[in-house]
């Protein structure tokens, strides 16, 4: 018998505020994430999956809301003494969250896959959602600066993502697997949710992977995006810099754009109606609502509105 789920690709902070929402509309066993890896980092020889961890502390009640990311009342004792070394900190690395990257690193030195790490510590940490890799294999954003290739995570933190942006690759993609978890989350679910992350450095690297984006393709569920623009802004971070660099409208018809041949239905802010016809007129389904999510009631009325309407073609 086949099980009732939602699949959102996720990156993390967006990605988490909606999550919070959706957990109080289905029971959170029904939930898969299929989260991010591009933003995936080594420091101090721990492998380090932001993303990962967002989504984990945001569904375990651990994550700080205010910073939108991390784990809530941080110290960063580990932090200081390290600093009083003389070495760089620019990656907050708080004492909490130290020790989940510890145990990833450690489970993964043992030879367990990223997929069977990610599995067991959410579990450990009483998450009964799915969260679930886009792959085990590496796949890295790498942003074109005139100074250089940067990682991701040099880009956002360490250069605050100052840097003019010339182009964005995701290296490893192209030779990377999707874990077969994944794949049958995608194929199976009720509705694929593309959460409000930021399309070319969250979801980029997710899409970026050939199984996965034919598995959308082919889905048999409706799959719909939340914009993470309004207007021609982000909610927060990068995304508007990043589309732009990348040759897209900064708004959410571009949005529509990035994902054009995966989406049934794309929701749109209610300023941002205007854009409708626009988006239909590329066989795109536009739902209109209030997309920001000031806080958890937002949050629950967004995924409320997400599942009513697209609650069409469940099996
Ligand atoms: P990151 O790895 O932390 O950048 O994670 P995400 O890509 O998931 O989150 C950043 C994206 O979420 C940005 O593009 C924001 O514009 C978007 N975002 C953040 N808060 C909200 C919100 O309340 N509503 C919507 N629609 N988008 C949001």
């Not at 690709?9 to 967006?14: D, H, I």
């Not at 651990?62 to 070394?85: N, S």
């Not at 890799?133 to 250069?159: M, N, Y």
């Not at 941002?272 to 007129?281: N, Q, W």
């Amino acid at each position: 018998m086949r099980t009732t789920h939602y699949t959102v690709l996720a990156g993390g902070t967006g990605a988490a505020k909606f999550l919070r929402g959706l957990v109080q509309i289905v029971p959170e066993d029904q939930i898969h994430v299929v989260v991010n890896v591009g933003d995936d980092t080594d420091i101090w020889g721990l492998h380090v999956s932001p993303d990962i961890d967002s989504i984990t502390y945001a569904l375990s009640g651990k994550l700080d809301t205010d910073r939108g990311w991390g784990v809530r009342d941080e110290t960063f004792r580990c932090l200081e003494a390290i600093e009083a070394y003389g070495m760089p900190s620019w990656f907050r690395l708080g004492d909490r969250d130290l020790a989940t990257h510890l145990t990833r690193t450690h489970l993964l030195r043992s030879g367990l896959t990223l997929s069977e790490t990610v599995d067991r510590m959410a579990k450990a940490a009483g998450v009964k959602a799915r969260v679930l890799p886009a792959s085990d294999d590496p796949v890295r954003t790498k942003i074109e600066t005139p100074g250089g290739v940067l990682g991701f995570q040099e880009f956002f933190v360490r250069e605050q993502w100052k840097p003019e942006v010339r182009s964005v690759a995701y290296a490893g993609a192209a030779e990377a697997r999707a874990p077969a978890a994944v794949l049958d989350s995608i194929r199976e679910a009720q509705i694929v949710i593309i959460a409000p992350s930021n399309p070319i450095t969250s979801v980029g690297p997710i899409l970026a992977i050939h199984d996965i984006r034919e598995a959308l393709r082919c889905a048999r569920a409706e799959v719909v995006a939340i914009s993470p623009l309004i207007g021609d802004s982000a909610v927060s971070g990068p995304a508007a810099k990043l589309m732009e660099a990348c040759g897209y409208d900064v708004s959410p018809e571009g949005v529509a754009r990035c994902y054009h041949d995966i989406l049934d239905n794309i929701v749109i802010d209610v300023s941002d109606a205007g854009f409708a016809a626009s988006i239909r007129y590329e066989t795109i389904g536009v739902q209109v609502t209030n997309i920001l999510m000031t806080n958890e009631k937002a949050a629950r009325e967004l995924a409320e509105f997400v599942i009513h309407e697209n609650s069409i073609a469940a099996g």
